[in-house]
Nanobody
C-alpha cells in the first residue's frame, strides 16, 4: 500500500514553471505505476502524465506534451511533475495516483491510491 502526498502547487504567471512532488509512504513504491491527473472547476478529472515502475517509459496528454516532464526517484519514493511554459488552462487541482494493476495509464478507474491534490493557478 502507498499513500501519496502532493506538494509544490501555487500561484504563478503565464510562462512560469513549477515542479510538483508526490511523496509516498510504503516500502514497495517501485512496484507501482504512477501518474498525475488534474481537475479544473466544472470539468472532469483528466490524465496529465504517467510513468512506468522503473521510470523508463513515460506518457503524456497531448495538451502538455513538450511542456511537462514526469519523473520518479524510487530511492526517495517520490514522483515529480516538472511543468514549464504554464498557461491559464493548466489551472487545476493536480493529483498523484498509484496502481499496481496493468492497463492504460490514462484510465482514471485503474488507480487504487490517490493523494489529496495540490492547487496550481496560472494567471494571465
Amino acid at each position: 500500500q502507498v499513500q501519496p502526498v502532493e506538494s509544490g502547487g501555487g500561484l504563478v504567471q503565464t510562462g512560469d514553471s513549477l515542479r510538483l512532488s508526490c511523496a509516498t509512504s510504503g516500502r514497495t513504491f517501485s512496484s507501482y505505476k504512477m501518474a498525475w491527473f488534474r481537475q479544473a472547476p466544472g470539468k472532469e478529472r483528466e490524465f496529465v502524465a504517467g510513468i512506468s515502475r522503473s521510470g523508463g517509459t513515460t506518457y503524456y496528454a497531448d495538451s502538455v506534451k513538450g511542456r511537462f516532464t514526469i519523473s520518479r526517484d524510487n530511492a526517495k519514493n517520490t514522483v515529480y511533475l516538472q511543468m514549464n511554459s504554464l498557461k491559464p488552462e493548466d489551472t487545476a487541482v493536480y493529483c498523484c495516483a498509484a496502481t499496481s494493476r496493468a492497463g492504460s495509464y490514462a484510465n482514471t478507474f485503474g488507480y487504487d491510491y490517490w493523494g489529496q491534490g495540490t492547487q496550481v493557478t496560472v494567471s494571465s
